[in-house]
């Protein structure tokens, strides 16, 4: 009679991921030692400030055994697939700047994206020494005036407006190429050493300094996520109606047009877009929301 062996026991170890590459993740354990590891297969869910278990080699290697429950999540998707940014975070960072210049849906789509996953925003008007940057602060006026909070610092100069913000947080910066990421994250974390890149002002465009993202810690109770700089923000994983709901603005008038399925694009009766000729919600915010809606309704009809 053939009688099995009993599996061996495997030790796990729980840790947190401070670095994402592609399938490749940088883990920190609990004595703080960091272990290299991969992944079982082509499994690619896992996010930078995921806390995972791992099965430790017995070298600085390891593989991820199972991801532990999230508080947040923020990730973006096409009509194709999804994209993680960051996992447990508290707070999102929006790095803006008047040089390279930047885009307001791109600012609309990462709020709806913090409203849609309950994760508070911050906007930061960086490089605020430039000339430019008057005007790029009056144009955040209208997200001042909705409740958002909005800050202007100078990474190059001085940072301390943003200090206090990040206290007792886990927030992740996000934004264009060029807003001035890397260098606000070399001024908060002394020795990060994350390369920075001059911006093409010719090309009005910034050059990838991030390739993956990564965790760094600014005290015992607060950390700060760098991610690679991003053109575009997709939410098609955001239901039409919760989309509408993520654009706080809009909220009072939810419920109240002709047709209970209105998409508030160009159905007769629709109070936002009566709001919106009233001057109560301003036209480029409904224009990012249109903007998203139509990708969603695209996407759809291919999938069809």
């Not at 909705?146 to 913000?165: E, F, S, T």
């Not at 996000?174 to 990060?192: F, I, Y």
């Amino acid at each position: 009679m053939n009688v099995s062996k009993p599996r061996a026991k495997v030790d796990l170890h729980a840790g947190l991921v401070v670095a994402s590459f592609g399938r490749r993740y940088r883990i920190e354990l609990a004595d703080s030692s960091l272990v290299e590891c991969s992944t079982r297969g082509k499994r690619s869910d896992i996010a930078c400030g995921d806390r995972v278990t791992i099965q430790h080699s017995g070298d600085n290697s390891g593989v991820i055994e199972s991801i532990l429950p999230r508080a947040t999540l923020l990730f973006r998707s096409d009509a194709y697939k999804q994209k993680l940014i960051a996992a447990n975070v508290t707070q999102v960072v929006i790095v803006v700047a008047a040089v390279p210049s930047f885009y307001d849906d791109l600012i609309n789509r990462c709020l709806a994206a913090c409203e849609h996953g309950g994760i508070k925003p911050l906007i930061v008007l960086n490089k605020s020494d430039l000339a430019q940057s008057a005007a790029a602060w009056d144009v955040l006026a209208a997200y001042r005036a909705l409740g958002y909070r909005v800050i202007r610092v100078c990474a190059k100069q001085d940072v301390a407006p943003l200090i206090p913000l990040l206290e007792n947080q886990t927030s992740v910066l996000v934004g264009q190429s060029g807003m001035g990421k890397s260098t606000l994250v070399n001024r908060l974390v002394p020795g990060a050493a994350s390369r920075v890149a001059e911006s093409s002002i010719a090309l009005d465009s910034g050059k990838h300094t991030t390739t993956g993202v990564l965790l760094h810690h600014i005290n015992a109770g607060s950390a700060l996520i760098d991610s690679p700089g991003l053109q575009v923000f997709g939410l098609h994983h955001v239901s039409l109606e919760d989309t509408a709901h993520a654009f706080i603005e809009f909220r009072p008038w939810l419920g109240l047009c002709r047709f209970r399925d209105c998409a508030h694009r160009v159905e007769p009766g629709c109070a936002i877009d009566a709001a919106c000729r009233d001057g109560r919600i301003s036209t480029s915010r409904l224009a990012s929301y249109r903007t998203l809606i139509a990708e969603a309704l695209r996407a759809k009809s291919q999938r069809y």
